[in-house]
């Protein structure tokens, strides 16, 4: 039987701390119960040292004092009832239901914090997802199974683009493949978490999507698991249940305030901008759960979003994440400004699947060139325009004319393209070749030949 | 094992802060001694002791586990079984085979599932080239095991030992742990040699002295071979932000150069890489053997989800298996992807146990551990009297892609080739976006030699000819973007025509390009060789007063750029054809202006 304890020492922040305990483990779950109101909330052990613990709470420690709760040690380390009813559910960010349904039973329940996957057991990512975007399909293909998060700023129009996203991605190979939505909100707007409902419902997918939820307004420590429960959710979805999960996370920018904030609570030891020093493996213990595996059919494609404070690429929060991801999808205000959408910046923009996943029997042979030259000139573009600031657009040479002509086509009818509309890649594709014919051949030299003779516009 | 005695010469966990423990109960423990702690036996390595209290890193996930939980002491420092059966096979950071992981646990990786390493069981059949009577001093090859089709596997008597044999196995199928011979040393002490013997990862393994390193490292990759090259038993390091490629740079030398064993390490990356690494390798053939380079290749994988001390703990478990082969009298390359995180473990290690950090939150001694890290590369004269080398390449991941952070600047220090990656040239899909200007090699002088005997005698001139001119082509550049080009005086545009064929035809190489992914030196040389020949037809050309514009023939320049694809590694006729292709126009260009 597990002693009780009445007497909180110290309330740091997210962190209480208790003195003369025994018997607990390292990452175990306490309930901490109000003495009056009986109220539950939940906390785990993050440091034992002695009899001394350290409990970081997941919900607000505001109204925490020294002898008005009880503090019950559970035995368990941090654990989830898994099971198939999880869809069409809404749930907090530790898990618990906030839709009025009734609570989920199973008898699988899984540790959220997973373990990591055998690099023997995956199987390298190959199948390419139509999101009938064209810069994307096109430029930064996302695969089944891919970690490839948005680079966002805010107020950009991150939103729009993984609902859509979430839209027209087609999923499945067929049909008959089951597929499923994971949704978590870290530290959300009301608002932004009502949109990706209601398209959701738009999309006719609500009764496959499972949400975590944890609001702006909600307790910072509740963020930590926010990710974590969702992760669980779909890898019992994805490799239990053999289902194609896209698993969308926003903002991972909140993610990271709230485990700086719990971070400086414990008085570690900061590195860059006051992110602790850990902050890269923490977070690739979210995003490395994404993936396919030899012998499973299921795979987890993990979305994220993080807003770049300042727009800035550099930024830790930004930086580590693209240490981990494989890519990223940059979004470009001075594109937004001009009302371009969705405002892809491409030449930061990158998807490290794709080489596999794009070309004969996959998308078109001719992929891989199209991308290359669309990149190639593009790049050519932004120095064409740096120089005409300077000796003004009349002054440039006829080649550079056509860049620019190339400059302003490309952005007008290849990446601006409407929120309900979905191209597909073969589309995509033409469309690429089309605006490269504005450019003299000549200056296309990512091309190869046999390509030109077979997809080179003719007639102009 | 029984647990009979309570706590005879166990320790007791009084602490724990992640992969950080502390215990009681330690006096007699050592220092650096490996550990199995609480319950599951977790795997921990002693790190610092000060009296009865131990710390220990712990090289498995710590979740679960409880103060009072005891401390099993190993009584030997944390160590590599060094024998056949490593080629071939991939391990996490503390040379557990990740196959027979799988096999314990489909999917996920446990804690708890202890110690294990190279395969036991597996018989391999041994030739023993030595006789009772023979003395045989450490280091000294005794017989040999075929461990892959292209490696045979030299067995050696262990660093430490010496002395004279007296008994010996018959030729025959054993495994790692039987004894093949026996000998005697001074004292009259027997030691059993086997196939495989166990070595400390902290310990560099001794060897008869340093020598020179006069070779290159042969990667096939251009911008390397050509400009920046390695020499064999050097060092090398690839910063650069994320997605400017250190990852394919690093699976190109693993892929292509012609060192006898590869040992690559995972360190803190993905998960997919190794997967890819896995999937792809055994599908490529070698052009030195013939044979797969899995053959030759030896992996360690600690992926950024995989427990973080196992990460400071693989680069060393990495170098001590490439100097195991080094040893047998191999030339060993050995790739670690990405150095940064083997750092920042250290960091992450050093701040749970509150050590006063230096520069960003990492510890004063960051400095000192990348130094001996790169010192354990170098030629040797191995102690059986062979010459063996281990070239040390190193990736390293800047916070935010600024170079000027604590693990770039202290690696520049130790290491002689500086491969800088261009966020810029990335996006620009310039691959491999290795930036010339930044970049540096040390060993261009010592190499020279070689280049000029074993490829052509102008071939370093002709190297600085063409640096020289990218260097110049740079400099126009920033001219252009405040005036535009049309302003410049034709010579200096036809530098920009001619680095731009350098840039794009040459610089660049596809990785994933049939034929453009190795290139043999040969083909190397005679394809800048024509690009200096067009600079110079252009020159005369110059002289004679002709313009850029009607030097450069769009049809030619084409070629030039597509000649890495066109022209097949084996066959360089193409080139003679295409020098021809400019003879007779410019030949033509030459006589209209001549009258
Ligand atoms: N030599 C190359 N040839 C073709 N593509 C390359 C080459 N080097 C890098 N790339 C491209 O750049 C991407 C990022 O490279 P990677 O090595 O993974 O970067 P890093 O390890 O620095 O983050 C790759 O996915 C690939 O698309
Ligand atoms: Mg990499």
Redesign the pocket.
Known sequence: MKRDYLKIDKVIGPLIQISDVDDVFYGEVVDIVDNITGKVKKGKVIKIEGKNVVIQVFQSTSGLAAGNSTIKFTGESFQLPMSLDLQGRIFNGIGEPIDNGSDVFSMVEANINGRPINPTAREYPRDFIQTGISSIDTLATLIRGQKLPIFSGNGLTHNELAAQIVKQAQLGDNVDEAFGIVFAAIGVKHDDENFFRKSFDEANVMDRVVMFVNYADDPVAERITTPRCALTAAEYLAFEKNMHILVVMTDITSYCEALREISSAREEVPSRKGYPGYMYSDLASLYERAGMLKDRKGSITLLPILTMPNDDITHPIADLTG?ITE?QIVLGRDLFQRSIYPPVAVLPS?S?LM?DGIGEGFTREDHADVANQLFASYSRVQEVRDLSQIIGEDDLSDTDKKFMDFGRAFEAQFLNQAFDESRDILESLDLGWHLLSILPLSELDRLSPENIDKYFPKEK | MAETEQHEGKGIISAINGPVIKGTNMTTFKMREMVMVGKNRLIGEVIVLDGNIGTIQVYEETEGLKTGEEITPTGRPLSLKLGPGMLKNMFDGIQRPLEKILEISPIFIPEGIGLMSIDEKKLWDVTISVKIGDVLLPGTIFGSVQETKVIENRLMVPPNISGKVIEVSPIGSYTINDVLVKIQDEKNEIHELKMAHEWPVRTPRPSAYRQETLVPLITGQRVIDIFFPIAKGGTTAIP??????????QH?LAKWSDADIIVYIGCGERGNEMTEVIEDFPKIIDPKSGQSIMERTVLIANTSNMPVAAREASIYTGVTIAEYFRDMGYAVAMMA?STSRWAEALREISGRLEEMPAEEGYPAYLPSRIAEFYERAGSFETLGGDEGSITIIG?VSPAGGDFSEPVTENTKRFVNVFLA?DKNL?YARH???INWLESYSGYIKILSDWYEDNVAPDCISLRNKMLELLYEENKLQEMVMLVGEDVLPDDQRWVLEIAKIVKVGYLQ????DKEDTYVPLEKQYAMLKSIEYLYEKGRSGLKLGIPTSQLKDSDIFSQFIKMKYTIPNDDLSGIDRLKETVDIYYDELFKKYEN
Do not use: V
């Open positions: 240490y890519g990158l490290r080489k | 650069g932000g994320f997605g400017t490629g250190k990852t394919i740079t190109q992807d990736a990656l990335a691959y491999p976006a190489q596809n990785a994933y």
